[in-house]
Nanobody
Framework: QVQVVESGGGLVQAGGSLRLSCVAS????????MGWFRQAPGKEREFVAA????????YYADSVKGRFTMSRDNAKNTVYLQMNSLKPEDTAVYYC???????????????????WGQGTQVTVSF
């Protein structure tokens, strides 16, 4: 069993920045592909970014490409999501997810991840 805990959300003005963190328990953290998803009120959960277990490859939704950067520190069992140039439409609950068996072609699908955090709220004001 893997426990996932996000932190770092908050209220920020448009154009500002936030950094989310996600800590996952377990001695095999480096073997997990990690993903960030978000869900706005009344909308489905959507893919934001993912980083492969090797840490060498990252993937982003078109809506955040060039503004968000995902990274991982396997020594600290932690992944980060640096969010710059935030927009009001980025407002959502952000979730971190982990899975050890996910494939590249399915990593944008929430249903492919086994372990989820409780989410952290990000609110971007005008």
């Amino acid at each position: 069993q893997v426990q996932v805990v996000e932190s770092g959300g908050g209220l920020v003005q448009a154009g500002g920045s936030l950094r989310l963190s996600c800590v996952a328990s377990g001695r095999t953290f480096s073997s997990y592909t990690m993903g960030w998803f978000r869900q706005a009120p009344g909308k489905e959960r959507e893919f934001v970014a993912a980083i492969r277990k090797s840490g060498g490859s990252t993937y982003y939704a078109d809506s955040v490409k060039g503004r968000f950067t995902m990274s991982r520190d396997n020594a600290k069992n932690t992944v980060y999501l640096q969010m710059n140039s935030l927009k009001p439409e980025d407002t959502a609950v952000y979730y971190c997810a982990a899975d050890s068996r996910i494939r590249i072609r399915t990593m944008t699908s929430p249903g492919e991840y086994d372990y989820w955090g409780q989410g952290t709220q990000v609110t971007v004001s005008f």
